[in-house]
């Protein structure tokens, strides 16, 4: 298993929203790298650390997990989508003020400046960590 951080403007999709559908397509992704590691590192059963970003405050809203495999878009094929079902909703956001504070989270994607990737990887520890503060 692997773990992830998606990114999504609470205006466009929120946590709430996931709640709601309970799965949804994650596609629109406009970015090469973002583009590879949803096609060839994402795998039914990965976790996501839903990320709400242009929020205030900006911070991780909840968890979801990958439940189907990339494939292509249909009206882009050049680009790709996965789906996410929705898992837990944070009972608070978790800042991402508080994650660039926060030891053991120096080398998350996330908390380096400029760093503006809409999917990203995670590692096992950051994802406990952030996971950890959200029920602290």
């Known amino acids: 298993m692997k ?3 998606m990114k999504s403007e609470p205006s466009a999709y929120s946590i709430d ?8 397509t994650w596609n629109g992704i406009r970015n090469y790298q973002a583009r590879n590691y949803m096609r060839d590192d994402m795998k039914p059963g990965d976790r996501v650390l839903f990320y709400a970003s242009n929020a205030k405050p900006s911070g991780v809203t909840g968890i979801a997990e990958v439940s189907k495999a990339a494939v292509p878009e249909p009206d882009e094929p050049t680009w790709c989508m996965v789906e996410i079902r929705f898992v837990e909703k944070f009972a608070e956001i978790v800042p991402l003020d508080v994650l660039k504070q926060t030891r053991g ?3 998350m994607v996330v908390t380096q400046k400029g760093s503006r990737l809409s999917v990203q ?5 950051e994802f ?3 996971r950890k503060l959200a029920n602290a």
């Open 3 to 5: 773990y992830w951080l």
């Open 17 to 24: 929203d996931l709640k709601r559908d309970g799965r949804t």
């Open 105 to 107: 989270l120096e080398k």
């Open 121 to 125: 990887p995670v590692t096992k520890k």
């Open 128 to 130: 406990e960590i952030v």
